[in-house]
DNA sequence: AATGAATGAGTGTTCATTCAT
DNA sequence: AATGAATGAACACTCATTCAT
């Protein structure tokens, strides 16, 4: 359609009228931003609204609540792909070095720099407000992940390329950096002294670096 | 003081007039427990008052607004222990190594296991609703501890014991760890598979340990 | 209608066709129903619709306001039925018992039994918010009933059968009885011990007996 | 006091300031009056709050909803007078007819009269969208009501005053026109005719008469 | 200094009504 | 004629803030 070739033709008139299959995800796309900038308090469900073009009543026809809407955020989010990542793990021929760091980069390609990636950081405060989302995005998104980290690590150990490991704490040497990474990036200029020349691949890069190698020089 | 003097008659009012200095202090300590665990706008200052055991009026009586309680929070558990860090650090005899170990027990000891270890977190999450408290809280401890790390790691880059590092990045591989850690301690559920069994002191140990090491094995 | 001459071709239509002129009916026959039952606050027109088989859209398409659909149903439910129960009275030759009896059960079988015989309630209980409604219903059931019944008492009076009579208050002994009735079957179980075992039959009965014999007992 | 004596002087500052203990008496009795006038649903809290003379939010100090403030009413106006009652029926010396008068009589003075009369007609429409409070009503109000009755027409009947009866209807004669001018009272003019020349007095007299002596001539 | 009753602006949610298709 | 997506005014309820005591 020349719709998409000349996007300047039918703008308004596109944006009136019923579009029931398009106005959910133009609803949790903005609720996703907003939630993950204000939080979800502070977030109105009218700005929601607003920010998808759609009327305050409009919103409530396809969630039936605000915490609804918090819930189908979430949901969908949270694409299954950690089957998909498991499989290349499988099948990965490299060595572990070279997998750790494809775990990072791709986590970055992935997560990271999606939206989507707002999403822990909006769970972190509200996992205590609001439990079952918490335990839902724990199950999907967490477990799912200390698993793969694991496995990693531990194929590492049994080639006898990375050293002896407590697995249950080790997880956090992948997880952290990652982790900092999302939480801080919706509002980088907390953590972040120049937020303006931070970049996020060479941030990913010293950190898949270093968890491999450490600080410490090395005897060539 | 007169009170004191007539210890038979005002028992009950002695009780109070002990106190009366000890007020905003025992809001403060209550505000932080409350905001870190359920979020400043879910935190009701009615709440914050029968924590601290005082009605609601009375918080107003110390504090303008809920907004200036959140400040006086802030500026509370901010000590300016930075001065006495960098005293320690410019004295340091020690290996760069025994240097970072320090530097990640004592973050432990001073702050991680402290109270105040949540109001990164807190402020991580507000930081774009309060630009001005967040510029406050980034220029009284996000910048000198960026400083603090910075030198650190300079110091080991220039006696020698640690790889060339582009610091802008390299300050993270401390931070990261670090923060993770505060940021998710306080609803430990949503990030750590077992709870109950999780000692921060290990985290903190390995995280430590690898920041310096790495994961691969070195050949000895 | 040519809908019918082809109608093999359109079935589905034909139906919609036949219905056509019925839609009207239909949604004041669920207006009475729901408004009666529920109140005509409580009552959406959404759900009048889904009663009637139509979209909330056609509703309006008939009635231009919730408002506008309570008039039609309280027009459509009154029928002109005092004309011809005035003949029936003119002509009526028997005693005065038996024309309160005949009169008892004729307001059964014509109104009590019927759904209109909740619109009474309805509008009691709405009287005060749709003062013109009320006034419309008064005039054009209220009164006409109010004579009707007068004239059946006076003509007893006039002719030896009944007690004398301040007709102003002797209306409502007629009245009372069967508003009561028609005004608690809606929702029997408030006023009605056992709704299950009650007949209005039998109830009707009982009150003409009664308001023609008295309890007391009479000498033989 | 002198301020019962000489209403004038502080009508404003009386107004304001606490007021806990008269709060909820006011804002009930605003409530009942409204609720019967226009109806539940149809009734803002708002207004209640106002007719009371205090605003919204005091409203929700002292009734957690609504829904609560209904009940609430229905509580407050629900006088157990029921047990008083049955004493006076106990030790009722008269004939039968003098009780019957009686008890129509004094059901205008302790509850026809009062505002609590509206209670029923309110209740009737309620009742289908709050069972729970149509169970309470029922329980602490119509079954005490329907006992009281029989027992009335039992002894009538045992006593050879009264003629035989199906007590489960004859209930009814004396409830139907003592419900009917409750239901009907609040919003007149539907189906009174004159309202202002209509004296409720009057009325019961009549229907007591009735109910025992019935519209015929009896022989004396 | 302390209380807690009172306030009212603000927000989530509902629902009669409109209108493009 | 019929639909149902969209709207926005209206309302129940919350909570930071005030103030008389």
Redesign the interface.
């Known amino acids: 359609m020349n719709v998409s070739s000349s996007p300047a033709i039918l703008p308004e008139s596109a944006r009136r009228g019923r579009r029931k299959e398009a106005r959910p995800g133009e609803l949790l796309d903005a609720a996703l931003d907003l939630f993950v900038?204000?939080?979800f308090?502070?977030t109105r469900v009218e700005e929601v609204a607003a920010r998808a073009g759609v009327s305050k009543g409009t919103l409530f026809l396809y969630f039936p609540s605000k915490e609804d809407l918090l819930k189908a955020v979430v949901r969908k989010n949270i694409a299954g792909r950690f089957a998909e990542w498991e499989q290349e793990l499988e099948s990965y021929a490299g060595t572990?070095?070279e997998l750790?760091r494809y775990c990072f980069q791709s986590w970055w390609e992935r997560v990271g720099s999606t939206k989507a990636a707002g999403l822990?950081?909006l769970?972190?405060?509200?996992?205590?407000?609001f439990p079952e989302i918490?335990a839902f995005?724990?199950h999907e998104v967490?477990?799912p992940g200390?698993r793969l980290i694991r496995r990693i690590?531990q194929r590492?150990m049994d080639r006898?390329?990375?050293?002896p490991?407590?697995l249950?704490?080790?997880?956090?040497?992948v997880?952290?950096?990652l982790?900092?990474?999302s939480?801080?990036q919706?509002?980088p200029?907390?953590?972040i002294?120049?937020p303006e020349?931070?970049s996020p691949q060479?941030?990913i890069r010293?950190?898949a670096d270093?968890?491999?190698?450490?600080?410490?020089?090395?005897?060539t």
């Open positions: 900038e204000k939080g308090a502070t572990s070095s750790v822990g950081r769970l972190l405060l509200e996992a205590n407000n918490a995005y724990r967490v477990e200390h690590l590492g006898g390329e990375l050293r490991l407590d249950d704490y080790a997880v956090y040497l997880l952290a950096p982790m900092f990474l939480f801080v919706p509002s200029s907390l953590c002294l120049s020349r931070f060479a941030y010293l950190q270093n968890v491999l190698q450490g600080l410490c020089v090395r005897p």
